[in-house]
């Protein structure tokens, strides 16, 4: 516990500025540890806009330093949109959104520091990040410049009203035309890093519309639409179905030769964070849909549906 006192040059700055500039630490941090009751001023809680005053005593309890902010890197970055609030990005096949163990450059993260500022977060790994894609998951993802961007964005998705749509090719024929796969999910208490149905886990929910059937090859080609956002969720949900994603080493088919895992995030629909206007984005599917879009007449499919089909999983 570190015990401060306030000189009289930083009389009338927020608190939570000075600790950060004291400190060294982000001021998204240092928010987030006087949220969670662990910066006193005089021995009681207070918010971070707090203005200091001669003679304040501080008490702030640090913890052990994380993990080093991912630093800028010149890499490849196909940007859909970009304004002062936010940026939009094509993330391509196998690389990985942000920092992490085995990861520590090279990701999406690291190719956007170097294009411009992203807003500071609790996790100094996730700078900007409000979602995520898995590696081999290619597609749209929104992320924030601003800290204001940020906080609206987060209370967006945690409301629900993000609108998310997939393109995924899938193993076996899916007779119904469509679907709603209401399934709750959690953490896997062996493997930590998989994700598995359990009747203990957190509400999921993916509706889903049938595109086009490919009986020879026995395969489906479905629009995903989430409507929750956890971790794996298109990809647990369907192979639990018994149609697990194409090309998916971790929950598809050890036979499985395909060069990549078929999930494309496709579009991604929300309210701006500075006008409030809906706006919507998308990503055109790679190089590796086409043999399955053309032809079949699937391109003729790939537009919005709003129908809703019968509950899987219930």
């Known amino acids: 516990m ?7 040059e930083a009389v009338g700055l927020r608190l939570d500025r000075w600790l950060a500039e004291r400190t060294g630490r ?6 987030r540890l006087i949220r969670e009751g662990k910066a006193l001023v005089n021995g009681s809680q207070a918010k971070p806009g ?4 001669v003679g304040d005593r501080v008490q702030i309890e640090l913890p052990p ?21 936010i940026i939009v990005v094509d993330k391509p096949a196998g690389m990985v959104t942000h920092p992490g163990a085995g990861h520590l450059s090279g990701t999406l993260v690291n190719a956007l520091l170097y294009h411009c500022h992203l807003a500071e977060t609790d996790d100094p790994r996730r700078p900007g990040l409000v979602q995520r894609l898995d590696r081999e998951t290619s597609g749209v993802l929104v992320a924030a410049k ?3 961007a940020h906080r609206k964005l987060v209370e967006q998705f945690k409301r629900g009203s993000v609108r998310k749509r997939y393109l995924a090719l899938v193993q076996g024929i899916i007779e119904e035309d469509e679907g709603l796969i209401e399934l709750p999910l959690g953490r896997d208490a062996r493997r930590r890093e998989e994700v598995r149905v359990s009747a203990g886990g957190k509400r999921a929910s993916t509706e889903f519309v049938v595109l086009q059937r490919f009986k020879a090859e026995q395969k489906t080609l479905v629009e995903a639409r989430p409507r929750t956002g956890r971790m794996h969720q298109i990809r647990v949900h ?3 179905i018994g149609h697990p994603v194409v090309g998916d080493r971790k929950y598809g088919r050890r036979q499985d030769d395909a060069p990549r895992m078929m999930l494309h995030a496709w579009e991604i629909e929300l309210a701006h964070p500075r006008t409030g206007e809906r706006v919507k984005f998308s990503a055109p599917p790679p ?3 086409s043999p399955w879009l053309a032809g079949g007449g699937a391109e003729d499919s790939l537009a919005p549906q709003d129908r809703r089909g019968r509950s899987l999983g219930r």
């Open 2 to 8: 570190e015990d401060l006192t306030v000189p009289a």
């Open 50 to 53: 707090y203005p200091l005053r």
């Open 65 to 85: 330093p994380g993990p080093l902010a991912p630093q800028p890197e010149l890499l490849p970055l196909r940007i859909i949109f970009e304004d002062e609030e």
């Open 146 to 148: 601003s800290e204001e």
């Open 238 to 240: 369907f192979r639990h």
């Open 26 to 31: 982000s001021r998204a941090e240092i928010q």
């Open 287 to 289: 190089a590796e849909f």
